[in-house]
C-alpha cells in the first residue's frame, strides 16, 4: 500500500483525435513549355562617330507623277472584256450551206459543190478570192499601153510630156460602164506624175505703212503752212498755237466735241470763219475749227474736198498729185503733194 499508482496497473491511454492537416495554397498551373530562342546582343561602340544626314535626304522624288485617277475613295473600273454580243461574219456564211454539203457528202461519192457553197465553208478560199479580186497599183513602162483584162472594163490614158510620159491604167472593178460614162484617174497620183510648172509671178503686197501727203497753203496771207490731207476728217482743223501765232480771230460760241481715231475726245474752242487760204492761182474761203491741243498744224478734210472737188491719184511709188477746182473761177491746178 502507499500512494500514487501501483507499478504494476498503467493507465489506459486518452482517447486523442487526429490533427487537422494543414490548409495548403492552391499550386499555379505549370507555365506553357517554351523554346528558348538565342539573342544577339550588339554591342555599341560608343567611340564610333554618326554619319552626317544628307541635306536632301526627305526630298520628295523629282520624278513623281500623280496618278491619273484622282478619286482614290472609289472603286477601281472593272476590265470591260470583248463584247460577245456581236461578231464579225461574211455574209455569205450560212449554216444551213454547210448542213446541206454534208447531208450531199453522205449521201454520194461525188458532190458537186458551187461558188457559193466553197465560199461559205471555206474561210481560206475566200482569203484567195479576197486577194484575187483586190486591186494593186502596178507600174509600167512609160508609152506601153496595157491591155484589157478579161471580165473586167478598163481604159487607158496615155499623157506624152516634154519631159517624161506617163500611162495609167483605170478600171472600174469589173462593173459595165454605162454609156457616156468617164472613169477618172486617181488625183494624187496624176499630181505627182504632172510636170512642174514654172515658177509664179511675184506677188506684190501692200506696205505696212505710208507717211502722210501734205501741200503748201499760204493762210490769211501772213504764212505758208504744210498742211496735211485728211479726206477721213469732217471738218478743217488748226491747233490753237498756229491761230494765236497767226492773230486770227475765232467765234467761241462754234464749239464741237471732236474725238479721233484712238477714241480720246476733245473739244474746240471755236471757228474762225472765212479764212482765206491760197493754193497757186486759186484762193479758197474756209472755216476752220480751232483746237488746243492738236498734234498737227492745219489739217484738210472733207469739206476742202468737197469746194475744190478735188481728184487725188497715187502711183507705185509713193508720189500723189492732187487735181483741184477753182470754184469761183472754174481754174484748174494740179499740185505735187
Do not use: W
Amino acid at each position: 500500500a502507499g500512494s500514487g499508482t501501483s507499478a504494476g496497473i498503467t493507465a489506459p491511454p486518452a482517447a486523442t483525435q487526429p490533427a487537422p492537416a494543414p490548409a495548403r495554397a492552391p499550386s499555379p498551373a505549370p507555365a506553357p513549355a517554351t523554346v528558348a530562342t538565342p539573342k544577339t546582343t550588339v554591342e555599341s561602340v560608343a567611340n564610333e562617330p554618326e554619319s552626317p544626314v544628307h541635306p536632301f535626304a526627305k526630298v520628295r522624288d523629282a520624278t513623281y507623277a500623280p496618278p491619273t485617277t484622282r478619286n482614290f475613295g472609289a472603286l477601281p473600273t472593272k476590265y470591260k472584256s470583248r463584247d460577245g454580243t456581236y461578231t464579225n461574219l461574211a455574209p455569205i456564211v450560212q449554216q444551213q450551206i454547210a448542213d446541206t454539203i454534208y447531208k450531199r457528202s453522205m449521201a454520194q461519192p461525188v458532190i458537186p459543190l458551187t461558188i457559193e457553197e466553197i465560199l461559205s465553208i471555206s474561210p481560206d478560199v475566200r482569203n484567195k478570192f479576197r486577194e484575187a479580186v483586190t486591186p494593186r497599183r502596178v507600174v509600167h513602162d512609160a508609152g506601153r499601153t496595157v491591155p484589157a483584162t478579161e471580165g473586167a472594163t478598163t481604159a487607158t490614158i496615155e499623157e506624152v510630156d516634154e519631159e517624161q510620159s506617163a500611162v495609167f491604167e483605170l478600171d472600174c472593178h469589173g462593173d459595165v460602164l454605162d454609156d457616156g460614162a468617164t472613169v477618172i484617174p486617181d488625183v494624187y497620183e496624176t499630181y505627182l506624175r504632172v510636170s512642174k510648172s514654172p515658177e509664179p509671178n511675184e506677188l506684190l503686197v501692200a506696205s505696212e505703212s505710208h507717211a502722210l501727203r501734205t501741200i503748201e497753203v499760204n493762210i490769211d496771207r501772213r504764212e505758208t503752212i504744210d498742211c496735211i490731207l485728211d479726206p477721213g476728217s469732217q471738218v478743217i482743223c488748226m491747233s490753237a498755237a498756229l491761230c494765236h501765232h497767226l492773230g486770227l480771230m475765232y467765234d467761241p460760241t462754234i464749239t464741237l466735241s471732236m474725238q479721233s481715231a484712238n477714241g480720246g475726245v476733245d473739244r474746240s474752242l471755236g471757228l474762225v470763219k472765212n479764212v482765206p487760204c491760197q493754193i497757186g492761182p486759186i484762193t479758197l474761203y474756209l472755216q476752220i475749227h480751232v483746237i488746243q491741243r492738236a498734234s498737227y498744224d492745219v489739217l484738210l478734210g472733207r469739206p476742202f474736198d468737197v469746194i475744190t472737188e478735188s481728184v487725188v491719184r497715187n502711183y507705185a511709188d509713193e508720189t500723189q498729185t492732187i487735181t483741184l477746182v477753182c470754184p469761183n473761177t472754174e481754174s484748174k491746178l494740179t499740185v505735187p503733194t
